[in-house]
């Protein structure tokens, strides 16, 4: 990854990224594609303008280079070779259609805390929904929550979020964090079998969640969410399990397999 800084902001040249395959795949719900090429958000409360300007070229508007190098580096995980990845997994012929067909998807290194409360929030749900929810909860607290913010809340108190159910699932993550009885810290380290457990400690935090919230709040790469459309995948390419090639990045073939799936094999099947 090569950039310049210029008068409109950070001018950055990325291989193996695209804007709607990484933004807009359903790991994230604070962005919003405001034209064809250009997508506003936030992380960590900092707020961000994305936008391409040519194939691989790409325009990071409203943000220093300070915050570009410290933030949205780490965030878009611009380190991490996915050319080398993609070659990997590529070993196996369908993961080779699937990394063929969503090149430019990057695993996003998400907060912890707010990327398990999106995935509770994700819950029977559709994206539309799940970024609205999220949207009134920033807005009403004028950021992304904290722990203690939500801990002090009863489920009553959230109903302007519209969140049904999940309300107290939030409330209930909020105290068990705060208590000490979940630790985010613990369960990055800690084994994985170990982190899922103590995940599903909270109410409404069932394996779907914590995997979601280890691989994409944690960086947990070897977490492997299963939906409808990865269920599918598992059914008609890999009922004993995803080849070797994949060890250790299981989340992050997941990435390539779910786009795949949803969009161009589910075609076929």
């Known amino acids: 990854m090569k950039y310049t800084v210029s008068e409109k902001g950070i001018i950055a040249t990325i291989p193996d990224f695209d804007l709607d395959e990484t933004l807009d795949c359903g790991q994230a719900f604070r962005w919003e594609k405001i034209d064809e090429n250009t997508y506003k958000g936030a992380y960590l409360d900092k707020p961000l ?24 580096c780490p965030y878009l995980d ?6 080398e990845i993609k070659s990997r997994i590529s070993a196996d012929d369908t993961m080779k259609k699937a990394c063929e067909y969503a ?11 707010e990327a398990l409360c999106s995935f509770i929030i994700s819950q029977n749900n559709n994206i539309p929904r799940i970024k609205g929810i999220i949207s009134r909860l920033t807005e009403h607290f004028s950021h992304f929550p904290t722990p203690l913010e939500l801990s002090r809340c009863t489920p009553d108190d959230l109903s302007f979020l519209r969140a049904g159910f999940r309300a107290k699932y939030l409330v209930d993550a909020a105290q068990k ?12 380290t800690a084994p994985i079998d170990e982190a899922r457990k103590e995940l599903m400690t909270i109410k409404g935090v069932g394996p779907k969640v914590a995997e979601c919230a280890l691989l994409y709040g944690m960086y947990r790469t070897e977490a492997f969410p299963v ?18 090639c994949c060890v250790g990045i299981e989340g992050i073939a997941q990435q390539y397999l779910f786009h795949y799936m949803r969009t161009f094999a589910s075609k076929e099947v």
């Open 49 to 72: 303008l994305i936008s391409k300007i040519s194939d691989g070229q790409f325009l990071f508007a409203d943000t220093s280079e300070q915050d570009f190098l410290s933030v949205w």
């Open 78 to 83: 611009l380190d991490t070779d996915y050319s």
């Open 103 to 113: 090149s430019g998807i990057r695993l996003l290194r998400q907060d912890s805390w």
């Open 177 to 188: 964090i705060i208590s000490g009885e979940v630790s985010l810290e613990r369960v990055r």
């Open 227 to 244: 939906d409808v459309w990865i269920k599918r995948v598992m059914e008609k390419w890999y009922p004993d399990g995803l080849p070797e």
